[in-house]
């Protein structure tokens, strides 16, 4: 069996009667991008914070490639790269001095970080103010020199614990960019967000967490279809619909459809798939489609099934 | 290695504040001028000298001025010239001897010799010399009219005998011997107050300031960012000390070395002073670490840190003589040995006072290193704590 970037099992915090974390635990492999979704205080921080070694445990289990990570093993630790949610970086120093600092207690040698200090700043668009004080930056250039430490020694797993708060839209974007990038590239991402749109878009799999604990895991559909969520299909049609409503309601995949004044309104399984199908039948019902819409389930709304709250509440 | 890197940042960082400029060059500069001036053996006052005369007596005054060993003369070209320079603190006094003084001295009438200085308080040492020198001369003048007027010579030729000889008749000397149990304060000249005293408040004051840093690592998030790289905590603690440490010993030796230049302050064997520098500095900078790791804004521990600082002194001796505590209360004398002043003294004190070797201050340079050690330990324990739980 291959052996998973990172594994982690049971992890449980408790701060004084408060259980910040409870009985969590995922997998991430090479090259996969794995979301912990959920609002402020759901206990993401917390999570990432056991295994990144930065804070004890009081249960489960953390292997970084294999490696048992623990606040003092430093061989675990040598394979991952964190982005603190908070902006880490010394502001009297220049962008070039804070990468500098941090590859050295990376063990990086004076020509590899030189020349992987140089490139980071490419990465980060941040080689034109590479010998300016971070003190003078703008929050977004910060939180690109943020990352780029995070990036420097190229490290097995990165970790970003919610990267883009605060970020101005270009920057957010960068960012997004730089993480679809990298997991192309085969570095495995633990990304935590309170931005649905976000976990959409980079995550191959989200983990679902609140009040300490994993709700659901999955790929976006999966997370769709465990908790029953349905495509929403709106057909804009002239002439009468009734045959047409018949018919569509012996297909496969759809579960429910309504006629009304102008148009049909579908509850489909993967509209995707059976579009064609249902408008193949439409037509053949003598009812002409002006326009289709198709509203999908989004993992807001998975939330707000497993939570009975929003994401942002 | 790291800890290396890290002291490396720290004191880059230390050094492009523009405003510790003055903390590491520009206030142990005061401090050398304020200790060697309290404390320095060679200090030489300057003395304008205005001799309005080239007659023989007046001439005879200057000679006997430039033969006081504390005074640098200073001969000035006017009056008004004296007084500008004595204004601007270019000469610490000046004196005026007048046009007819020979003259005035010849016929038997009074002279007066003008001091000019800018506070009486400030001069007043260097008037009892001026004063000294002009009695010095009256005593041969004195002999040398008591001479005429017995018709014995002339004044002229009595003066001339009398000064011839001056040199032959020995001076009295005043054997003080103190009888009887001497009052506790009356031994403050015996053990009086040293430079070293004020050396060990001030390394250890400034590198209490120092918890800031540490404190300011932590809140910026960097601490916590740089145990998340392969780096333990005792490195990145020892890294933070380390880099206040070379602050402190620079600024420490910066003022032995400046005051025992200037002013030729005794500070005895310089590498055993120099040890006993660097072991109080890493106990300051241990004490700093401490801090640093258990208050988590500037604020706290800046107000603690002038007072651990001064209260620590206080009692270790720095503000009174060690020897005085054991007279007037023996408990005090071991309660300030709690503090690293009292044994940092001890070990000055060998040393400067009874030209002690290495065997001699080794346990107080162990103490030191203890702790030095304990402070480290306690802190490397709280920072872990802070950061991890």
């Known amino acids: 069996m291959t052996q998973r970037t990172l594994e982690c099992s049971g992890l449980r915090k408790v701060f004084d009667d408060l259980v910040a974390v409870d009985d969590v635990g995922f997998h991430i492999d090479a090259g996969e991008t794995y979301g912990l979704l959920g609002p402020n205080g759901a206990g993401k921080t917390t999570s990432i914070s056991m295994i990144s070694g930065l804070l004890m445990r009081d249960g489960g289990t953390v292997t970084v490639g294999g490696r048992e990570m623990t606040t003092t093993s430093t061989d675990a630790k040598a394979l991952l790269g964190l982005v603190p949610q908070d902006i880490a970086v010394y502001p009297d120093l220049t962008a070039r001095e804070n990468l500098t600092f941090f590859g050295r207690l990376y063990d990086m040698d004076g020509k590899t970080l030189k020349a992987r200090a140089d490139e980071v700043l490419e990465i980060i668009g941040l080689s034109d103010r590479a010998d300016d004080r971070t003190e003078d930056f703008s929050g977004g250039m910060k939180r690109r020199l943020n990352i780029g430490i995070g990036l420097l020694h190229k490290p097995a797993l990165l970790i970003l614990d919610e990267p883009t708060v605060g970020v101005d839209p270009q920057s957010r974007n960068a960012i997004l960019e730089s993480v679809e990038h990298l997991s192309r590239e085969g570095m495995a991402v633990l990304y935590t967000t309170h931005y649905m749109e976000e976990a959409e878009r980079l995550c191959d799999r989200v983990g679902i967490i609140d009040h300490g604990q994993i709700k659901a895991e999955g790929t976006r559909r999966e997370l769709v279809q465990m908790v029953g969520q349905h495509d929403r299909v709106r057909l804009e049609t002239t002439g009468s619909v009734d045959a047409a409503v018949a018919a569509l309601d012996a297909l496969d995949g759809v579960a429910k459809s309504d006629g009304g004044d102008g148009s049909i309104e579908l509850l489909v399984i993967e509209a995707g798939e059976h579009l064609t199908e249902i408008l193949s039948v439409v037509t053949e019902s003598g009812v002409a489609v002006s326009g289709v819409d198709i509203d999908e389930p989004n993992l807001e709304s998975v939330f707000l099934h497993l939570t009975g709250r929003a994401l942002r509440d | ?389």
Not at chain 2, 231 to 253: I, K, S, Y
Request: with cysteine; net charge negative.
């Open chain 2, 1 to 389: 290695m790291k800890s290396f890197t890290i002291a490396a940042v720290n004191l880059k960082r230390f050094v492009r504040d523009r405003s510790n400029v003055f903390f590491v060059f520009i206030f142990p500069m005061l401090l050398i001028l304020v200790l060697g001036s309290a404390f320095g053996g060679d200090f030489q006052a300057r003395l304008g000298v205005i001799a309005e005369s080239e007659d023989p007596l007046a001439q005879d005054l200057v000679t006997r001025l430039q033969a006081i060993e504390t005074v640098a003369v200073v001969e000035a070209d006017s009056a008004e010239g004296a007084l500008r320079s004595v204004e601007r603190g270019e000469l610490e006094a000046a004196v005026i001897i007048p046009a007819d003084y020979d003259e005035a001295i010849g016929s038997g009438r009074t002279v007066s010799v003008e001091f000019l200085a800018r506070s009486a308080q400030e001069a007043s040492s260097l008037r009892s010399n001026v004063e000294s020198a002009i009695t010095q001369q009256a005593v041969v003048l004195r002999a040398a009219r008591f001479a005429e007027s017995e018709g014995l010579a002339t004044f002229d030729a009595a003066l001339s005998t009398a000064t011839a000889t001056e040199g032959f008749i020995g001076d009295v000397s005043v054997d003080v011997v103190a009888v009887g149990e001497a009052f506790a304060l009356d031994e403050l000249g015996q053990f009086d107050s040293s430079a070293q005293t004020q050396l060990l408040l001030f390394v250890f004051l400034t590198s209490l300031a120092g918890s800031s840093a540490l404190i300011q690592t932590r809140r910026l998030g960097v601490a916590r960012r740089m145990i998340a790289t392969p780096t333990q905590v005792r490195n990145v603690l020892v890294g933070e000390g380390l880099g206040r440490f070379a602050v402190a010993l620079v600024q420490g030796l910066f003022i032995m070395i400046g005051t025992w230049l200037i002013f030729g302050v005794d500070w005895g064997d310089p590498i055993l002073a120099t040890v006993i520098l660097l072991l109080f500095s890493l106990v300051g900078s241990g004490a700093a670490m401490l801090m640093g790791a258990v208050f988590s804004n500037d604020e706290q521990a800046g107000g603690m840190g002038v007072l651990l600082g001064l209260g620590l002194a206080a009692l270790g001796g720095c503000m009174m003589p060690l020897q005085v505590f054991e007279l007037i209360a023996p408990g005090l004398y071991t309660v300030a040995h709690i503090t690293p002043h009292a044994w940092g003294l001890e070990a000055f004190d060998s040393i400067v006072l009874s030209n002690g070797t290495f065997t001699d201050i080794a346990v107080f340079l162990l103490i030191l290193v203890g702790y030095a050690v304990v402070f480290y330990a306690l802190a490397i324990w709280r920072l872990r704590v802070v950061l991890t739980r």
